[in-house]
Nanobody, 115 residues
Framework: QVQLVESGGGLVQAGGSLRLSCVVS????????VGWYRQAPGEQREFVAN??????NYADAVKGRFTLLLDNAKNRVYLQMDSLKPEDTAVYYC??????????WGQGTQVTVSS
C-alpha cells in the first residue's frame, strides 16, 4: 500500500523555522513528482513546492524562504521552512504522483505561525 506520512508541524513565532518530513512507504523513484501543498482555513488547497523531472518548483509566496529536499535513500521528502509568516499558517500535505496509481496524499500536518 502506498502511503505518505507527514510530521514536523507545530507552533512557531513569525520569523522562525520548521522542517516538515514526509515518509514514503515505497521507493520514491516510483513517483513522477513529489512535493507539498497547503490549505488554510476557509481556503482552497494550494501548491507549495514539488520536484518533477529533476526540477524543483516553488510557489511565488514561498520562493526564497522554503526549500524542498529529497532523500532517495530514505524515501523521504522534506520541506525546510524559514522566515515563517502568519500567512503560512495552514495544514501542509505531502503529495506524490505515482506512476501507476496517480495522486497520493498524506493526512496533513498543522503549521501555525504566531505574530
Amino acid at each position: 500500500q502506498v502511503q505518505l506520512v507527514e510530521s514536523g508541524g507545530g507552533l512557531v513565532q513569525a520569523g522562525g523555522s520548521l522542517r516538515l518530513s514526509c515518509v514514503v512507504s515505497v521507493n520514491i523513484v516510483n513517483f513522477r513528482s513529489v512535493g507539498w501543498y497547503r490549505q488554510a482555513p476557509g481556503e482552497q488547497r494550494e501548491f507549495v513546492a514539488n520536484i518533477r523531472g529533476g526540477t524543483t518548483n516553488y510557489a511565488d509566496a514561498v520562493k526564497g524562504r522554503f526549500t524542498l529536499l529529497l532523500d532517495n535513500a530514505k524515501n523521504r521528502v522534506y520541506l525546510q521552512m524559514d522566515s515563517l509568516k502568519p500567512e503560512d499558517t495552514a495544514v501542509y500535505y505531502c503529495n506524490g504522483f505515482h506512476r501507476t496509481i496517480g495522486d497520493v496524499w498524506g493526512q496533513g500536518t498543522q503549521v501555525t505561525v504566531s505574530s
